[in-house]
């Protein structure tokens, strides 16, 4: 038997870890429940010691955010499988059983997700990873269930079992030994995309990333950093292009960067004319970072060989936008 451990990081999360701890509590037995803390100023874990005492508690000495903020905690768990949980998650019934057993009949499944669906509209895939990610030709990020902002109903579609690209941050399983090949994540990302760039550089190093349906959890989603949040943008923007730096062939990935950057100072000028000056300040700011950053970022390229194909259609910019494609199976034939 396998033996989980669910972390949840914190920071200044009080409120979020007395609403949904006790689920992630009831629902996860034989597992080991952590709270990693990211240095919070509020009450979190005093509240944690009272009133959960059976919770292993992680306390970092900075917020390194999501990426180091992980990386530092999980140095101090013990187990086969790590589930990193955000702290705005409702866990339902039964959710480890699926992920467990898939884990214990694909030995080639070096991370999971399960189905996220939106815990304010129950019937409705969440943003944050909805049925699995993927990524189009051009590195731009989508899900199975959200294309953009157009989320999709649960109807049973994706109750399935099938690779990904990329699974979600917000309830991500990794195989501790896969983590630790990998170094953990990137911390020069902080928050937002590390979850892609982990599981590029694992299916790098010949590793599966794989959705399981038949589990299910429930995200409120926006916590931490809302969808139009401009800090959100500029880090999403950013981290995008160093993952394509990090993680493609050197030819393509440098002819991907020009047509990447082009294409970030067309949606800029978008943002001017939807009024959302402070988001194309946010893509100006997030390309001068990038821009200091290259080296180190070029310097980081995996000595494993590069996969090839890791797309799953060549634009879904010009998909969603043109051609007004709003479902994954109108997008995708498999």
Request: proline letters at 3%; a positive charge.
């Amino acid at each position: 038997m396998l033996k989980i451990a669910v972390v949840i990081l914190n920071w200044n999360g009080e409120a979020l870890l007395e609403r949904y701890l006790p689920s992630v509590i009831e629902y996860s037995k034989g597992a080991t429940v952590v709270v990693a803390d990211n240095a919070s100023t509020d009450d979190s874990i005093s509240f944690v010691k009272k009133n959960h005492p059976e919770v292993v508690i992680i306390q970092n000495k900075e917020n390194g955010g999501f990426a180091k903020g992980y990386n530092d905690a999980l140095a101090h768990v013990d187990a086969d499988i790590y589930c990193l949980l955000n702290s705005d998650v409702e866990v339902t019934p039964k959710w480890l059983e699926p992920i467990q057993k898939t884990f214990e009949t694909h030995p080639e499944a070096a991370i999971i997700q399960p189905k996220i669906l939106d815990l304010l509209k129950p019937n409705f895939f969440e943003y944050a990873g909805a049925a699995g990610g993927f990524i189009d030709q051009l590195g731009y990020p989508f899900c199975r269930g959200r294309i953009f902002q157009s989320l999709e109903e649960d109807k049973g579609q994706y109750n399935d079992i099938r690779e990904i690209f990329w699974a979600t941050g917000a309830c991500m399983f990794i195989r501790k030994k896969v983590y630790d090949d990998l170094g953990g994540f990137d911390e020069d990302y902080f928050a937002h995309q590390e979850e892609v760039d982990l599981c590029w550089r694992a299916q790098n190093k010949g590793y599966k990333v794989l959705y399981v349906g038949t589990s299910e959890v429930f995200h409120l989603g926006g916590s931490t950093l809302s969808n139009m949040n401009p800090k959100k943008t500029y880090l999403n923007f950013r981290n995008s292009l160093f993952s394509i730096t990090k993680n493609l062939p050197r030819k393509k990935a440098l002819v991907l960067i020009f047509f990447r950057l082009l294409l970030d100072g067309l949606a800029a000028l978008r943002f001017i004319f939807q009024g959302k000056g402070r988001h194309c300040i946010a893509v100006i700011r997030a390309h001068f970072s990038y821009y200091r950053q290259f080296g180190k970022m070029y310097h980081k390229r995996e000595k494993a060989n590069f996969i090839e194909k890791y797309y799953k259609t060549k634009s879904i910019v010009w998909s969603h936008y043109v051609y007004k494609i709003n479902t994954f199976k109108n997008l995708v034939k498999d």
